[in-house]
């Protein structure tokens, strides 16, 4: 079967090599996500994540319609009617949240009128995965996809756990799973895709 393959990958390396890529150049992205628990959404969200960041959502937070925003231009952060200096270390920090945990940690702070945690560039000491593991493979947009189990801390203290399946050609996320402590125990799921960036006309 195809998947055993990938039978004696190393969960840890195909991890630090997805996040080394989403590093390496923008991510496009097209997410859907739903969440349950102690916090409810659903959610549709457009993004481009790098040193230029644009993140668009709307959907249902808490039962209630909800749309907004944050851009960045290299100089600065605007979402809402906030604006704040962008810090050098914008880019890594919101990667790598993205990589780690995912979109919706993100969104929900912008949702309150806040700049992403962690999105000043602490996020590599302060939001941490540990305990890698392979799970069951899963296809996922018609692609067999590579499942990659681990654990999530923050400040040192264990906030939950992720199940990440991977595309093995790009090593990019298809899919995230979690389980996490916020305000009680959520639940989500986040589906990707990666459209093609437009041409430019002549």
Do not use: C
């Amino acid at each position: 079967m195809w998947w055993l393959l990938f039978a004696a990958t190393d969960p840890e390396a195909l991890f630090q090599r997805m996040e080394a890529a989403a590093l390496a150049e923008p991510l496009n992205i097209h997410a859907e996500i739903e969440a349950e628990g102690s916090f409810e959404a659903s959610l549709k969200v457009q993004a481009v994540l790098g040193p230029k960041t644009k993140i668009e959502a709307e959907g249902q937070l808490l039962g209630r319609p909800a749309a907004f925003k944050l851009e960045s231009d290299g100089r600065q952060m605007r979402w809402g009617q906030q604006v704040e200096p962008q810090s050098a270390t914008f880019s890594e920090g919101i990667v790598l949240s993205f990589t780690r945990l995912g979109l919706l940690k993100d969104l929900i702070w912008i949702a309150g009128g806040q700049p992403p945690e962690g999105s000043g560039g602490s996020v590599r000491a302060w939001l941490t995965v540990s305990d890698f593991s392979l799970g069951p493979p899963k296809t996922v947009n018609g692609v067999h996809g590579i499942t990659i189990r681990y654990r999530v801390a923050i400040s040192g203290e264990p906030v939950g756990s992720v199940d990440l399946v991977l595309d093995p050609a790009t090593v990019r996320p298809l899919e995230r799973s979690a389980t996490v402590q916020f305000q009680g125990t959520m639940r989500y799921t986040e589906r990707y895709r990666y459209p093609a960036p437009k041409k430019k006309s002549k």
